[in-house]
């Protein structure tokens, strides 16, 4: 059996009319890295709070390493780290200041408090800015020294809530070397995020959370398999022919066929009934429709569906159920 960081069942909070929090399941493996995906207000940072012992659940139950978060807050609150919009830094102490201040208050002798602050500070690449007031900090140094005052004491379960929304491209790519460098270290990350591939590259495990409530869940292969094993790209030569081989697509595959933006470009989706190779002979027949009605293909590209296509499958498929 594997041992679980996070349990709940069941777990509800309400703020008035609003069912935040809507009966939320989630095992959460330890010593792994599990992404909680959603749009935003889907309720991922109220569930956050509830199992960091921040907020007070309205029904179910949560516990973490086995503790209960109600009865047993303190056993919880020994062993969990958060960092989000709730981040102690001051912004008007150095990036040496607060994490010495901070390792002090979490009962470092002094020497023992600036090495450990000059070790993080170095290994999430902020030694340069060490000296520096943490308001001139770009964004993504902010969260990366967030991430350092979070995890001063090792903690086995880190709560990383949107720690790359509003990053750049490469400050979202340090933010997850450092995620990686933490669960190495033996930490549970608990990481909510609103981008796909983000989950994609760094969880393994996903629960997908929409209006409170989780609407999938698995690793990023069964969340993948569960849609359809893969999507069809092609390039036409003419985009006089695109109408037609919407059609032909349409009708030889029994999907919905997107337009891309590009006039020459289409995307659909293959069933294949979940495996490759159905997915592979789909597409086949699909080039020879396209060859039998005149329409010439340039370029064709059979691939895994992204964690973007999952998303939508699983939400228009809750929109027909609703
Ligand atoms: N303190 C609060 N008081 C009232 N409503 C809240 C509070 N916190 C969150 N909500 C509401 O609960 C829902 C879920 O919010 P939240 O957990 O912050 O979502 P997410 O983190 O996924 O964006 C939203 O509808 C939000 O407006
Ligand atoms: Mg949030």
Not at 192 to 216: C, F, M, P, W
Not at 260 to 274: E, K
């Amino acid at each position: 059996m594997t041992d679980l960081a996070i349990e709940t069942t069941g777990l509800v909070k309400v703020f008035g009319d609003n069912r935040a929090v809507d009966g939320v399941d989630l095992r959460v493996p330890a010593g792994t890295v599990y992404g909680v995906l959603g749009p935003n207000g889907a309720g991922k940072t109220t569930t956050v709070r509830m199992l960091a012992t921040l907020l007070r659940p309205d029904g179910g139950e949560a516990r973490v390493f086995g503790k209960d978060v109600q009865k047993d807050a303190d056993a919880v609150r020994s062993r969990v780290s958060l960092t989000g919009q709730y981040a102690s830094v001051d912004e008007d102490l150095t990036g040496t200041e607060n994490l010495v201040l901070l390792a002090r208050l979490l009962g470092h002798a002094k020497p023992a408090a600036r090495d450990r602050a000059a070790q993080l500070l170095e290994a999430f690449g902020l030694r340069e800015a060490a000296g520096k007031q943490v308001k001139n900090y770009s964004g993504g140094m902010r969260r990366r020294i967030d991430i350092a005052a979070s995890i001063l004491n090792t903690p086995d379960l880190l709560f990383l809530d949107e720690p790359t929304t509003g990053l750049d491209p490469r400050s979202r790519n340090q933010v997850w070397d450092i995620v990686r460098a933490v669960v190495s270290q033996g930490t549970t990350v608990l990481l909510t995020t609103q981008y796909l591939d983000e989950a994609d590259h760094l969880a393994s495990r996903i629960a997908v959370i929409d209006h409170g409530k989780v609407i999938a869940e698995g690793t990023k292969g069964e969340l993948k398999a569960s849609v359809g094993s893969g999507a069809v790209h092609l390039r036409l030569r003419d985009a006089d022919q695109r109408p037609a081989a919407e059609r032909v697509l349409a009708e030889a595959l029994g999907a919905e066929v997107l337009l891309d933006p590009d006039p020459v470009a289409l995307t659909a989706r293959v069933n294949g009934r979940g495996s490759e190779r159905g997915a592979a002979e789909q597409a086949a027949h699909a080039l020879a429709e396209l060859a039998r009605s005149g329409i010439t293909v340039d370029n064709f590209a059979l691939g895994q569906p992204s964690l973007d296509e999952v998303f939508l499958a699983l939400t228009d498929k809750k929109g027909e159920a609703a």
